[in-house]
């Protein structure tokens, strides 16, 4: 007899509300006692291996106007292409690297910062090589589900070209909304939520 399997139901979503920076970031909200720093404020210590960079932009919406009460959490390889993870099984990552950061939009200019190390290059699924990236999660009032993205870097060329990834957008003028504009060691980074320019998210 074949046996009824009770699934549980999906639960509804929700929006984060106005108040999800405060929760998740409570120091930079002039709220003291909860942590002592926020979680995901710092990513790299002088110990850790590779070349600093700076991760910078703003989140935009569909009215050209930067969200000034946005959450922000990038997740990268160190340099050397392994994740500081449990699941990773290819070595042993850089220990002096967190590998994951959570920046708030800053309430007056609406920009996001992030201090980090130039991430290696990592295997897709089917072992070919990923051009180097940075994941991105957002999340802001008005936005059920967080929204995934990445960051490439302008200067691999030939990399992005064949990324896997890259490669499965149909639409390739829209693969430069996944790609940051470069000054020195300082990578912008502005996401748009919706219209002309808006960015193309990933459904993971």
Known sequence: MVQSLGYLKETPSQTAGPYVHIGCTPNFAGIGGVYETDLGTSMVNERTLGDRITVTGRIIDG???PLKDALVEIWQADAAGLYNSPAEMRGTADPNFAGWGRCPSNGETGVYTFDTI?????????????????????????????LHTRMYFPEHVEANAADPLLMRIEHRHRVLTMVATREGSVYNFDIHLQGEKETVFLDI
Do not use: Y
Request: aromatic fraction near 10%; avoid cysteine.
């Open 118 to 146: 130039k991430p290696g290059r990592v295997p897709f699924k089917d072992g070919r090589k990923m051009a180097p990236h940075i994941t991105f999660w957002i999340v802001a009032r008005g936005i059920n589900i967080g």
């Open 63 to 65: 009215a050209g106007s």
